[in-house]
């Protein structure tokens, strides 16, 4: 589904120039679940953005779908990522004057579904995240947890091919974080091939390979059989 | 850098709404100032009332159509004023000289704006005397007190105590009668409602002819109530009058509201009225709202953004007062220097408006308003301050959102679209007003007026002379100046209709070429004319008496009592006698019974025309018959080629001088004409379209001020739309759509009150425009243009920014 080849990303500035992504190489298989680690800086949200296609990569190719992707102007770039790829993001990202209801609506809106349609997926949806009776409530009114159970309901109501999670897990406490990311490996287990940063290694374990960076390269490579070998 | 351009942005959107704000609000206040100054500096001006005619009597001879309400009195209403009303303290007469000339050595001059009157003047008015001795004025004949401005027009100084002017009415056979100058009084101020260029000493038995016309000054008792007096002269009256007459409505004006509340046919100056100070104190307040709300907003967006040092100040020990000590700094600086922009800017407005006042010697006003606004937006920069607790606690504050803004944008363009609304409906009445009087190129028709009776004899020759000139196209006269109505209303015979005294219709009078001069056509018959009757024939008929007017006529010639009486019907007329088709009327058998009752023969209804608006919009016209009366045309209309205007008028006064050389001829182009009429409704026009440009002006630095922060708080949202699958497009769209429905909230709100304030201003006007919902439509559009013009960058400039920079916004 997603292979990168000599992948770079350069931010410049007028004195400086940081090198994020030096030379990735990486493919990912349709229905995986991939994590992916390092330290702060090393350039892992610069790399979900450009598999995200939110942000375009300086050198390198990105080949999503087997359409090469990297060079696309941004208009491009939003048709192709509209219905295919969504994202959940560790400050869940809701838009604080919709509702529940409208915040899940959202991706549906821009695919032009028609209303009932709309209106059955969100509920669908909201019923599955098991926050159905909340929908009328606005994000602030909601606990972290809910939150990121809206969050995700908004990022699978189109039945995107990727699900790109940023730490989702980042802003809440144990419990709820396990709670989501069950909900992250059920989602997977039906076929949502998922890439996720985190730096949690419990939240790893729920991958079934990890990349790891460091410094804008990729290290290592594991799958979750190695991974469980690896001692801590 | 970016915070320092930020924060200039703001305060130069301040300054510019406070100095718009100042100029509007200067220029308003002195104009409303002066307006309402009116007479006050009398020093007895509550105890002096003007005695006018409010409705017209039919006494004797004098009788005037019901609309007709004049300043002056017929002398008949006089004579009983000086001793059957005890409470009139003292009556001062003014009397204007008609049709005479003045002649300082040898050249000569039309006697303007002077009156005759006598010492009682000086004892009842005040004013400046600057040479000569009060108490010695006008206790003898052929004294003449002059203005300044006179003084040095006719002389070149003021030192003329002694100095001699002859002046000479139409009649006088004699050379005229000197005057001698005997005092010279400052120009009249700019708020005077009277502003005489010469006084001409007179007695009081040459004031009250019974044949003249006197603007009557009283001075009442301080214990007299102005309203109980004029019930006792009404009263009067009444009892006073032959059964069959009816005595006139008389009332008495202040002297103080004379200015503002008196239009009267024959006023001694132009005007104003009440409503054009509303209009102007409107617009002004519009714009001084638009700012305050405005400058609310945006201290309140400044003080969001400086949030943060404000927490760190308190944290570092400053209290509230430090706080607004800061501000109010910040503040005095901004408002210091829009108060001196916006000085420049009111004499920019006072000039672009042409307003006849000068803004100066208001240092008193201006000191005023200037504290006024260093304390309102002083007060107002310390209010978002003092509306929200700065804390120390970093944590537990968030910047405020853009929703409270909503409501002040949506009232600064509900003020917009009213003012909008209003501008259109003004500039439309105005323009149907520019189409409503007949002559279409009105810059090419000029009008000759107030000359001699031997100007009326020889019209057929001073028109065969001047159409010498080919710049000079055609000449025709009528009745009445233009803007007027003709006076007399008699009664009449028709075909068909029974007699009655009570049947009674206005009389016009024009030449053949009149129709042709101003391009009317007939609704039915024909307007090709016949030459009517001669001037030597009217001269004989007009007689009062008729066995003396038959005798006149008998004796002359056969040949000029050989012509065809011709009337002509305006359309309400043709209406008021019956006829639904116009064409009914033709050929019909009229006649006119003038008080002369030979001057109309018998004739025949020749055509009907539409109404011809000669007069002016604020009354229904009248249903009038017209005639082709030479000794009635006191009114020469003469259409000159446009592109070579001044030799046409080189020409015409050329001829004029070479055949009447002792009387200047008075003219004015057409267009001059009626602009005088609406004078108050061009001025309120000006006025308003320029507060009206200023408050959108306004409005659009306050919404791009209050779109450029909310749609910085929305930076973070445009990044999860994105990624929820948004396009740029959409985004925009989305953004600008916010802002059309508060603006489209606004249209519905301001929809009401335009339509309120403007049917209440057409209301003067008895010829409207129609309050068309495209009027309004066409408001609403241009005002949500303008914000989608105002904001499209903002939003084009978010909805295109970089996904991963707009998530990471916090």
């Known amino acids: 589904m997603i292979k990168v080849e000599n992948l770079s990303k350069v931010f410049r500035t007028e004195e400086v120039e940081t090198t994020a992504l030096n030379n990735v190489n990486l493919e990912i298989k349709e229905g995986e679940f991939v994590a992916i680690m390092g330290p702060s800086g090393c350039g892992k949200s610069t790399l979900l953005n450009i598999l995200g296609m939110l942000d375009s990569p300086t050198h390198g190719k990105y080949h999503f779908c087997d359409n090469e992707v990297s060079s696309l102007k941004e208009k491009l770039r939003n048709t192709f990522r509209k219905g295919n790829i969504n994202f959940v993001f560790q400050s869940f990202n809701l838009i604080d004057e919709l509702s529940v209801y409208k915040n899940v609506e959202l991706p549906l809106k821009y695919l032009r579904y028609d209303l009932g349609k709309k209106k059955k997926r969100v509920l669908e949806m909201l019923d599955r995240m098991k926050i159905g009776h909340r929908r009328n409530h606005y994000p602030q009114q909601l606990s972290g947890g809910q939150q990121q159970r809206v969050a995700i309901a908004r990022a699978i109501a189109p039945n995107p091919k990727l699900l790109l999670a ?27 091939t998922i890439v996720m940063v985190t730096h949690s290694e419990r939240d790893a374990e729920f991958a079934h390979r990890v990349i790891r960076l460091f410094d804008g390269e990729v290290t290592m490579e594991s799958t979750k059989k190695e991974l469980t070998q690896i001692e801590y | 850098m970016n915070i320092l351009t930020k924060k200039n942005k703001w305060a130069a959107i301040n300054i510019i709404g406070i100095a718009i704000a100042f100029a509007g609000v200067f220029f308003a206040s002195s104009y409303i100032k002066h307006e309402l100054s009116f007479d ?35 002398a008949h209403y006089i004579k009983d004023l000086y001793d059957k009303f005890p409470g009139i303290e003292q009556i001062v007469l003014m009397v204007k000289p008609f049709n005479y000339t003045v002649k300082v050595e040898e050249e000569i001059f039309r006697l303007d704006n002077s009156y005759y009157t006598d010492h009682s003047f000086f004892t009842l008015f005040d004013f400046k005397l600057i040479k000569g ?83 009557t000054y009283l001075l009442l008792h301080p214990d007299v109530k102005p309203d109980q007096l004029e019930l006792s002269l009404n009263k009067h009256w009444k009892e006073n009058v032959a059964e069959e007459e009816v005595s006139p409505t008389f009332k008495l004006m202040n002297l103080r509201d004379i200015h503002l509340k008196s239009h ?44 943060n040092n404000l927490k760190i100040k308190v ?112 500039n439309q009445q105005i323009s149907k007003i520019k189409n409503f009087h007949p002559g279409k190129d009105k810059e090419s028709i000029i009008t000759i007026t107030e000359f001699p009776y031997a100007a009326i004899s020889t019209f057929d020759l001073f028109k065969e002379k001047a159409l010498k000139h080919p710049e000079i196209l055609m000449i025709s006269s009528t009745m009445m100046p233009p803007g007027t109505t003709p006076d007399f209303v008699y009664p009449f015979e028709m075909e068909g209709i029974d007699r009655s005294e009570n049947n009674t219709i206005s009389i016009n009078s024009v030449d053949q070429e009149f129709f042709k001069l101003f391009d009317i056509q007939a609704l039915a018959g024909d307007l090709n004319l016949k030459s009517g009757s001669s001037f030597i024939w009217e001269s004989a008929a007009i007689s009062p008496n008729k066995e003396a007017a038959i005798k006149n006529i008998n004796n002359l010639d056969p040949s000029y009592r050989n012509f065809k009486e011709q009337y002509i019907l305006n359309e309400s007329a043709s209406k008021k006698l019956g006829f639904t088709n116009p064409q009914d009327a033709i050929g019909k058998q009229f006649k006119y019974n003038f ?119 929305k930076t973070k949202e445009i990044g999860i739309r994105k990624a929820n699958g948004a396009s740029s497009l959409e985004i925009m769209l989305q953004l600008i759509t916010e802002y059309v429905v508060w603006v489209a909230m606004a249209f519905v709100i301001a929809s009401p009150i335009a339509f309120y304030a403007a049917d ?45 920079y707009a998530l990471k916004y916090e």
């Not at chain 2, 132009?270 to 945006?298: D, E, H, P, Q, R």
């Not at chain 2, 005639?627 to 015409?652: C, H, Q």
């Open chain 1, 166 to 192: 940023d730490e989702p897990t980042g802003n809440l406490d144990s419990k709820t974080g396990l709670e989501v990311m069950n909900l992250l490996s059920e989602l997977n287990a039906e076929g949502t």
């Open chain 2, 595 to 713: 008080i002369s009752q030979t001057y109309f023969k018998q004739g025949e209804i020749v055509a009907v025309i539409k109404d011809l608006h000669y007069a002016d919009m604020f009354s229904e016209e009248k249903a009038e018959v017209i005639g082709l009366k030479r000794i009635f045309n006191s009114t020469f209309l003469v259409k000159i080629d446009k592109n070579n205007t001044s030799k046409a008028l080189k020409n015409l006064q050329e001829t004029w001088s070479q055949m009447y050389p002792d009387h200047p001829m008075k003219y004015e182009f057409l267009s001059d004409s009626y602009f005088k009429i609406y004078r108050n409704q061009y001025n309120e026009m000006k006025a308003l379209t320029l507060f009206s440009i200023l408050s959108i002006l306004l409005s659009i630095l306050g919404m791009y001020a209050l779109s450029s922060y909310s749609i910085q708080h």
């Open chain 2, 133 to 215: 001795n009060k108490e010695g004025l006008f206790h003898n004949p052929n004294e003449i007190a002059i203005s300044k401005k006179s003084a040095l027009k006719y002389f070149g100084s003021i030192d003329v105590i002694g100095k001699e002017l002859t002046l000479k009415g139409e009649f006088d056979r004699n050379g005229g009668t000197i005057y001698t100058v005997k005092g010279v009084f400052d120009d009249y101020p700019s708020n005077s409602h009277m502003q005489p260029d010469m006084l001409l000493s007179s007695n009081l038995e040459t004031l009250r002819n019974p044949y003249g016309h006197a603007f």
């Open chain 2, 315 to 426: 944290i570092n020990g400053a209290n509230l007062l430090d706080l607004s000590l800061s501000q109010i700094k910040k503040s005095s600086i901004q408002i210091s220097l829009a108060i001196i922009i916006g000085s420049i800017l009111s004499f920019i407005f006072n000039r672009f408006i042409e307003f006849k006042f000068i803004i100066k010697n208001e240092g008193v006003l201006f000191t005023l308003l200037v504290m006024c606004f260093i304390v309102v937006f002083g007060a107002i920069s310390l209010l978002p301050l003092y509306t929200r607790k700065i804390s120390s606690n970093l944590s537990n504050q968030k910047e405020e959102g853009s929703k409270k803004f909503i409501i002040s944008l949506v009232c600064q363009f509900t003020l917009s679209i009213v003012a909008l609304v209003l501008t259109i409906v003004l």
């Open chain 2, 760 to 804: 209440d201003w057409l209301k003067s006007f008895a010829y409207r425009i129609d309050l068309s919902w495209w009027i309004f439509a066409f408001a609403g559009i241009i005002a949500i243009l303008i914000a989608i013009i105002t904001v499209s960058w903002q939003t084009y400039n978010a909805a295109r920014k970089d996904p991963v």
């Open chain 2, 40 to 74: 006050k500096f009398h020093a007895k001006a509550d105890q002096i009332y003007r005695l006018n005619i409010d409705k017209p009597g039919k006494v004797g001879f004098m009788q005037s159509p019901d609309n007709v309400s004049t300043a002056s009195l017929n």
């Open chain 2, 264 to 307: 009267k046919k024959d006023e001694l100056g132009s005007n104003g009225t009440i409503k054009t100070i509303w209009v102007i104190m409107s617009g002004a307040l519009i714009i001084l709202l638009i700012t305050m709300i405005n400058y609310f907003n945006l201290t309140t967006v400044q003080l969001n953004s400086d949030l």
